[in-house]
């Protein structure tokens, strides 16, 4: 079992549907990342958090530290938010990361 | 503020060809990532620096790969000989320091090896 799973592994929806995409681990960690991956591009962080919720235009981040589990919210999604969304683990004061194997959005017009 | 910056972009090379791969994190920024990422899974670490210190360089396959960070900024990875496996994708990331902080990302280098 990975210690990172994020679900679906794909979706695809309409533009201005509300997106969410989960994100639920199995480890004791020290922060919680969300990234985004354009097709061909590199990798962009979205959010880093340990705790709550986090907002970012239309982006929404929140954690349940009890229950290990993230959420990453899109809102009034739009085809240009078309990307893979990964999420990924920071232990301790541990450098690395563990990341989950990514949700391939596709926003269609 | 410019982010980090990988060059090459794109390399196509044959097999038993060497190839580098050079990086320049983000100023000030002590913490320096090489990953490989192949398509459609997520990154691999190769190896950390800390300022001009590879403190973690347990997956780097050192048969053929190697790093260095001589003045603890600029970075270069290079493969030699290349094999058909190593085609992917090249990031290199930086953070303040290596405690959990936000990583920020290259745009990377996509190698293909013939």
């Known amino acids: 079992k990975n210690e990172v799973e994020q679900s679906p592994q794909n979706l695809t929806a309409q533009e201005g549907e509300f997106i969410t995409i989960n994100c639920s681990y199995s480890?004791?960690?020290?922060?919680l990342h969300w990234l985004q991956q354009h097709p061909g591009g590199g990798i962009v962080s979205l959010f880093m958090?340990?705790?709550?919720?986090k907002k970012h235009g239309r982006l929404i981040a929140t954690i349940n530290i009890q229950e290990k589990h993230s959420s990453l919210h899109i809102t009034a999604s739009h085809p240009r938010d078309s990307a893979v969304y990964i999420c990924?683990?920071?232990?301790?004061?541990?450098?690395?990361?563990?990341w989950g194997a990514g949700t391939k959005l596709i926003i269609k017009p | 503020e410019a982010g980090v910056v990988q060059s090459p972009r794109y390399k196509i090379i044959e097999k038993k060809q060497p190839v580098a791969f050079w990086c320049n994190p983000i100023?000030?920024?002590?913490?320096l990532y090489w990953y490989l990422q192949n398509l459609g899974q997520g990154p691999e670490l190769l190896i950390r620096?800390?300022?001009?210190?590879?403190?973690?360089d347990s997956q780097l396959p050192k048969d053929r790969f190697s790093a260095e960070r001589l003045k603890g900024v600029d970075s270069t990875l290079k493969i030699q000989p290349a094999e058909l496996g190593d085609s992917a994708v090249y990031l290199c990331?930086?953070?303040?320091?290596?405690?959990?902080?936000?990583?920020?990302f290259g745009p990377g280098t996509r190698l293909l090896v013939l």
């Open positions: 620096y800390e300022n001009e210190e590879a403190v973690d």
């Open positions: 990924a683990v920071s232990l301790g004061s541990n450098y690395q990361l563990i």
């Open positions: 480890v004791g960690i020290s922060a």
């Open positions: 990331a930086s953070s303040l320091t290596g405690s959990g902080e936000t990583q920020y």
């Open positions: 100023s000030g920024h002590n913490t």
């Open positions: 958090l340990s705790s709550g919720k």
